[in-house]
């Protein structure tokens, strides 16, 4: 066979293979356009093993889940669990098939549980009440602190995600059940009793300053009328009184025999008391100190006229504050 007459048988076969493909092409665009006329691609939507519809915009369908996952419906809902998902399958259908994707959602939206976002006030760790706002248990909480309720040290918040709710209240309400009112400490009296006199001079281990000037009016020891465990300075109504020396506030009190009164301890068993004040400028627990002003000179509780009733205490017993001071 001559070289040409092979070209020849060579061109010959592809230009029958051509003609066949072309045709092949032909047929496809043909019945896929007559497949397109009828049909058209749908997704057939299976959820929890059950066919439960057809859908064509799949994407569309999973973001609505996805956002009903993620908000839930109403305030109170933080998220929605949905334990299984559905499954999709593309398919050619009739055209004309009815899609259904609200009543698809309905279906997968019944299957989830809601999880509720509300917040728990706490007593010692104890649930006590719930409100539906971080906002509404912090205001309970510091009504409470304001209030200095003996509580408010035990008192928290925990944000809660339940499946249930439960019963809310009112700020007003958890404050006026959870308030407790702080306890007064009952002080003894440690003042005035004969056997707690001592008029020997002992040593403090301080040095006081004067807490007011003015002229003493009664001195210590037994007067006329009885016994007398301080030392009286006269001075006029509002005069300031000055801490003797630094120390803590323990006691500021208004009683019938020593009207307003300010004590303080100085350590080691030493208290100073200011009696018959006109106005008290310190609280308990406050640290002053010396010649720190604490009060004013006045003539409150058992008192004939303005004046300062001094008293310096060591271990519970009174001491002639002349073996100090003026
Ligand atoms: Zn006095």
């Not at 003539?299 to 004939?304: D, E, P, R, W, Y």
């Amino acid at each position: 066979m001559s070289k040409i007459s092979i070209i020849k048988r060579v061109c010959i076969h592809i230009r029958t293979s051509v003609k066949f493909l072309l045709l092949l092409i032909i047929g496809c665009i043909f019945i896929s356009g007559i497949v397109g006329f009828v049909y058209k691609p749908i997704y057939s939507v299976t959820f929890q093993g059950e066919h439960i519809g057809y859908i064509e915009d799949k994407s569309k369908l999973q973001k609505r889940i996805n956002d009903y996952m993620k908000n839930g419906e109403g305030d109170l809902v933080a998220f929605v669990d949905i334990e299984e998902l559905p499954t999709y399958t593309m398919c050619m259908l009739k055209k004309g098939i009815v899609t259904s994707d609200e009543e698809i959602f309905n279906k997968i939206k019944e299957t989830g549980v809601p999880y509720y976002r509300y917040y728990a006030i706490t007593e010692s760790n104890e649930e006590k009440f719930y409100v539906a706002t971080q906002e509404e248990a912090q205001k309970a909480i510091d009504q409470l602190k304001e209030k200095n309720s003996t509580n408010k040290d035990k008192l928290g918040i925990i944000e809660k995600y339940e499946t249930e709710l439960k019963e809310f209240a009112t700020a007003d309400t958890i404050v006026s059940e959870l308030y407790e009112k702080p306890v007064v400490v009952a002080r003894t009296p440690i003042y005035a009793s004969s056997t707690n006199l001592s008029g020997r001079r002992i040593d403090l281990g301080i040095s006081l300053t004067t807490p007011v000037k003015g002229v003493i009016t009664s001195r210590f020891g037994y007067r006329g009328s009885g016994l007398h465990t301080g030392l009286d300075i006269g001075g006029k109504t509002g005069t300031t009184i000055v801490a003797a020396a630094a120390g803590t506030v323990t006691n500021t009190s208004y009683t019938s025999g020593y009207g307003n009164m300010v004590t303080i301890s100085h350590g080691r068993g030493i208290v100073t008391c200011y009696a018959h004040c006109n106005s008290i400028l310190v609280s308990v627990g406050d640290t002053v100190y010396q010649g720190q002003p604490i009060a004013t000179v006045g003539s409150t509780g058992n008192s004939s006229g303005p004046h300062l009733h001094l008293e310096i205490r060591a271990n519970g017993i009174a001491q002639n504050p002349q073996n100090y001071l003026y």
